[in-house]
Every structure is written in C-alpha cells, then in structure tokens.
C-alpha cells in the first residue's frame, strides 16, 4: 500500500536559476515580458554524449534539443551549474514521456497525457475509449481516450500558444518550451523537467491564481536557425492526484464502467479507520452525488405526484488511500431496484476523496443510507435524500 501514500503526493519537478528571470506573479502582463535572453551561461552542451563548445552545435545538422539538466553538475573532470543535452543519433534520444500512449479528449477537446491527469476525476461523468489507432494533425495515437466531466476544465485555463505570445515577445514557432517546477532541490531525474517542441495546444495553464511562477528564455543556435527556450516554472508540473496517476497507468485497459472501483482488493493488513480525523467525503457534497446517483440510475430527484411510501438501502465500503472504493455490500439486497442502486454508486467511485489521519491518507469505513420513494408494487419511483451513518 505504501505506493498509494506515494501517489498521493504531488510529484514535484525541481529548477535551477541560472537564466535571465523574467516573470513573477502579479496580474501585470508587461512585468511578465521577458526583455532579456540567456545564452545558458557556463553551461555544459553535451551532443550525443560528448560535451562539445556551444558554437560547434551550428555545425550538426541533425542536432535536436534532448532536455536541460539545470543543477550543478560534473562532466568530464569539469564542474558546470547545469547542462543542455543535444543528439542527433537516435541511440542518444531521450525516452518519450508516455509514449505510445492514446489521444485523450476532456468534454470533446484534446489534452496532452500530462494534463489529463490533472483533470478532477471526482466530477467524471463518463468515460469511453477505443484501441483502435487514430491520426490527429499528423501524430499517430494508439487508440483514443474521452472523458466526459462536470468540471469545465479550460474555464480558467490559457492555451500553451496563447500564453506564449501574452507572456513574451517570442511566436510559438520560435520556442521550445521547457516545463518545470519552481523547487531548487534536485532528487531524481525526473526532476529536470519535461521538453515540449511541438503539440502545444494541447497544453495549458491557469489563469486565475496562476500556477506559473516565473518565466526564463535562453538562446540556441541551431545549424538552421536560432531558437529560444522559454523555461516555464510552474506549480502545477507534473501534478496529478492518486486517481488520475492509477487510472491512466494503462489506459486501454482501465475499466470504463467501474473505474473507481476495486472488486479485487484485499486490506486485511491495514488498518480501517471508523472516525478518522477528516472523513471521507462525496466531491461538491451529497446533494451533487445524490444527483449523480439519480442520473446513472435513471430514476428522478422529484418525487411523484400518486401516492408512494419512503424506503430506504444501507451501503457499506472502504475509501481507499487514494479515493478509490472497494467492498462495497448492502444487506438490502432483496428488494426491487436495490441492485440497480449498488451498482450506481460502484459506477460514481470516482467521486470520493479519502480520509486523512495525521496528516496523510488512511482507509476508513462508510456508511450510508439512501431514502427514496417507492409505489405500491415496490418500484422506486425517486430517489429523496442522502445520508452518513
């Protein structure tokens, strides 16, 4: 289990400061304005795994900006405040970041692998998928990935080339951008950063309390041209929460019915809390998941106008360190409808946030009981309140 306390913090990618700063957070977009370009002073050019002078890069042809390492390190006997990787063989090419995985697709409209698990998988409403490969805009995806969502996940948000042409002076035809966190400790590799050249619409950022801290632009100069890397330091690199991390491990083979539902999980070797010090909660409250229920159920909020009698169905299940749910039973299960109801809250798992002891995520036990109206052949005819037990 402990790779759910794992997952469950924010992976972090960390920076260095050795270009020219250009943006702080204010609300002003002209103190946002780079007005000075670094060259990556005394930093290291390495080109396929050979440090090399930064003015012999003009001479490869073939050279392609692999990533930046922006932390002091040794290279051939030398120290260097950080190091920018080139390569022009493809032995030396940097491994792709979610590589082949499928185009994923919020409320319609293409993200990037990154971004999608930063989506609030609590307020899913759907979830598709096909193997079947698919060609956007010249890029060949292993099939597709759509998620249909209560969260409006672009209102706040700036487009990747829209941002560049607010925040510099630069045209997204000029740039590659190198996105990073604003940290300054170094304690793996994945935290340099990740190098996007292309695709840049499927990026984006906040606008309201903006998550990026700073912008930095450095020069290279390329056999056929010089471009400029803009360093993107933003909180919210790499961020994803446990659900998103788990459920787009494999996306092709996530269960789009139940994907917030564990049938196969064993916690007898953990411990269960009953009253931890904050519970386990439905995302936007019960009334929001009350009405969740009624749309995947099909049965209404409004009561009807002929007479019926209140009924009501107990649930029982664990929350998990990551939100997820499991050993969801009911005792209620002999009546009608009843079955049609369990099967709706495995379907709605993904609205759940876990339970916190002491600061870091625990299992703990839920009940709840489900009030609904029903006629007298015993058919539910709506579903009235939603209660903890």
């Known amino acids: 289990m402990n790779r759910y306390i794992l997952l469950f913090i924010l992976v972090l990618s960390e920076i260095g400061g050795f270009s020219q700063s250009v943006h702080t957070n204010t609300s002003d977009s002209s103190a946002k304005f780079p007005k000075k370009y670094g060259t990556f002073e005394h930093y290291a050019f390495v080109l396929n795994g050979k440090v090399i002078g930064q003015e012999a890069l003009v001479n490869n042809l073939q050279a392609q900006l692999n990533n930046i390492f922006p932390y002091p390190l040794t290279l051939e006997g030398q120290s260097y405040p950080?190091?920018?990787?080139?390569?022009?063989?493809?032995?030396?090419?940097?491994?792709v970041g979610y590589a082949d995985q499928p185009a994923y697709f919020i409320n319609g409209r293409q993200v990037s692998p990154y971004q999608i698990r930063l989506t609030k998988m609590e307020a899913y409403?759907?979830?598709?998928?096909?193997?079947?490969?698919?060609?956007?805009?010249?890029?060949?995806?292993?099939?597709?990935?759509?998620?249909?969502?209560?969260?409006?996940?672009?209102?706040d948000r700036i487009s990747l080339p829209d941002?560049?042409?607010?925040?510099?002076?630069?045209?997204?035809?000029?740039?590659?951008?190198?996105?990073?966190?604003?940290?300054?400790?170094?304690?793996?590799?994945?935290?340099?950063?990740?190098?996007?050249g292309n695709h840049f619409p499927l990026y984006s950022f906040k606008i309201r309390d903006l998550s990026v801290n700073k912008i930095e632009v450095d020069r290279v100069r390329f056999a056929e041209r010089e471009r400029y890397v803009i360093h993107i330091h933003d909180d919210s690199y790499r961020q994803s929460l446990p659900k998103g991390t788990l459920i787009f491990e494999d996306p092709l083979d996530l269960n789009t019915v139940y994907p917030c539902y564990l049938s196969d999980f064993d916690p007898?070797?953990?411990?269960?809390?009953?009253?931890?010090?904050?519970?386990?909660?439905?995302?936007?409250?019960?009334?929001?998941?009350?009405?969740?229920?009624?749309?995947?159920?099909?049965?209404?909020?409004?009561?009807p106008s002929s007479t019926t009698k209140t009924d009501s169905i107990t649930v029982q299940f664990i929350v998990l360190k990551d939100g997820m749910i499991t050993a969801l039973e009911s005792a209620d299960l002999d009546k009608p409808g009843h079955e049609v109801i369990l099967t709706a809250f495995k379907k709605n798992a993904c609205g759940w946030t876990p339970a916190v002891q002491g600061g870091r995520p625990v299992l703990c036990r839920r009940k709840m009981v489900l009030f609904y109206s029903k006629d007298q052949k015993g058919d539910i005819?709506?579903?009235d309140s939603l209660k903890y037990r």
């Open 82 to 95: 950080g190091a920018v990787y080139f390569h022009s063989e493809q032995r030396f090419a940097p491994p």
């Open 125 to 155: 409403n759907h979830i598709s998928k096909s193997t079947q490969d698919t060609i956007i805009d010249g890029t060949q995806y292993r099939g597709s990935v759509h998620v249909d969502s209560d969260e409006d996940f672009f209102a």
């Open 163 to 196: 941002f560049i042409e607010k925040y510099t002076d630069l045209s997204p035809e000029e740039v590659i951008i190198h996105w990073r966190n604003t940290q300054d400790e170094y304690r793996n590799e994945d935290d340099i950063g990740t190098i996007i």
């Open 268 to 303: 007898k070797d953990e411990q269960i809390f009953i009253r931890p010090e904050v519970d386990a909660s439905t995302y936007k409250g019960l009334s929001f998941y009350l009405k969740k229920l009624s749309s995947t159920t099909g049965i209404p909020l409004a009561k």
């Open 381 to 383: 005819r709506s579903l």
